[in-house]
């Protein structure tokens, strides 16, 4: 009988597959972005309004991991660009070995930019590296701005923050100061946008961001 | 639900060194878990009893829990304190700006093996 010491962290084989899967996107030229956000905080619409604005000048294909239904997927549908519903078979984020068999069922079709919108919710995500190029996380107005002290793992590991619903701010005390300065002070180097993805406020600088990022992808 | 997908990547881990190191028994698996992980510890448990079955190599594997104590920093008054007892607040001058310094990993420490 004998002890190996191992002192790895549970999720290193996870770690180790979205290292793989992150070589091939990039050899592929394919940005691969984690949406992130607690239910409710404005993902599908966030990317209906993406979608919308930036699909002549990219192709563009979502993932929609839910634990059931594809309501979110058929919305997407919609506007014209391609959705594959994923499936997480009840579980609460997705890895990297579920994100692939995602991007398998979208086909050989190439696409710049693939939306991977997570699980809603805060916590199981930011531990699971699906293989993402980038991490986009969104907090909207109404659920308050001590999110990032609730929550620092997500504040901790996302590359953006977008502030959503914008315009309700005024019917809420949401102090975007406070906020803005707990999420620089988990993660200095956080890009942060204040979009309403309801009328439009703030999409320009977001989209401006999104469209640099699918083109440094491909250097 | 979380739990379940931690013990997933878990016994994919020990899978995988057993192969490297060409082990065929894995008979204790000792994991260290931070105090405020969110991982509820008698659910792992349960969770790992079942899902071992799955891997001969593991499947008599006992899992050994020890826990790591969460420890917050204050950065107003540049002091620590424990995480679980006082919460967000520091309790020597009631700064809300706090942050976890440690408390949250799951690792594995070692394994014992045949």
Known sequence: MR??????????SNDR??????????????LLINLMASPGAGKTTLLERTIRDMKDRFRIAVMEADVDSDVDAVRIEKLGAKAVQAHTGGMCHMDAGMT???LEELGDEPFDLVVLENVGNLICPAEF??????KVMLLSVPEGDDKPLKYPLMFS??????????????????DFEACKRRARQLNPNMEIFEVSSKTGDGFEAWENWLGKAILDWKK | MHEMGIILHLAKSLEETAAEQDIQKILRVTLQVGEVSGIMTDYFTDCWNYFRKRHP???TAELELETIPAVTFCSNCERTYPTVRYGRECPYCHSGETWLLRGNECIIKEIEVE
Do not use: C, H, M, N
């Open chain 1, 17 to 30: 597959d979205a290292e793989v899967l992150r070589s091939e996107l990039k050899a592929k030229g394919t």
């Open chain 1, 157 to 174: 590991v996302s590359d953006v923050l977008i502030l959503t619903k914008t315009d309700v701010a005024p019917y809420f005390d949401f």
């Open chain 1, 3 to 12: 002890i190996i010491e191992l002192k790895e962290t549970v999720t290193a």
């Open chain 1, 129 to 134: 590296d699906t293989g993402a190029g980038k």
């Open chain 2, 57 to 59: 190599v593991l499947d």
């Open chain 1, 100 to 102: 692939r068999t995602a």
